[in-house]
Nanobody, 135 residues
Framework: QVQLVESGGGSVQVGGSLNLSCTAS????????MGWFRQAPGKEREGVASIVGGGTISYADSVKGRFTISRDSAKNTLYLRMNSLTPEDTATYYC?????????????????????????????WGQGTPVTVSS
């Protein structure tokens, strides 16, 4: 089992920045890939960014150039640096992890397409951290 705990969410004005963190504990060897997803009120959960294996990184078009995903394996922590935030970025942000290559390909594809992902789509999820961007 893997436990994921997000932190770093909050309220920020348009154009501002936030840094999200996701710390993994437990059987962290099962985190071959990790990713960030978000769910706005009344909308489905969508892929934002992912990092697979040694460092294959993918972003949804909506955040490309503004968000940066990174991972510190020594600290078992995933990060998301978010710049130039807009009200459309307002959502609860979730960290996800998977242990198998096929599922990680699925995660990467979901992110690239900005597609939706149900809570059962991937094995491990955090509890989410809210981000609010106001004008």
């Amino acid at each position: 089992q893997v436990q994921l705990v997000e932190s770093g969410g909050g309220s920020v004005q348009v154009g501002g920045s936030l840094n999200l963190s996701c710390t993994a504990s437990g059987s962290t060897s099962n985190t071959y890939c990790m990713g960030w997803f978000r769910q706005a009120p009344g909308k489905e959960r969508e892929g934002v960014a992912s990092i697979v294996g040694g460092g294959t990184i993918s972003y949804a078009d909506s955040v490309k150039g503004r968000f940066t995903i990174s991972r510190d394996s020594a600290k078992n922590t995933l990060y998301l640096r978010m710049n130039s935030l807009t009200p459309e970025d307002t959502a609860t942000y979730y960290c996800a992890a998977e242990s198998t290559y096929p599922k990680c390909v699925r995660m990467q594809t979901t992110v690239i397409l900005g597609a939706s992902a149900s809570a059962s789509e991937f094995m491990y999820w955090g509890q989410g951290t809210p981000v609010t961007v106001s004008s």
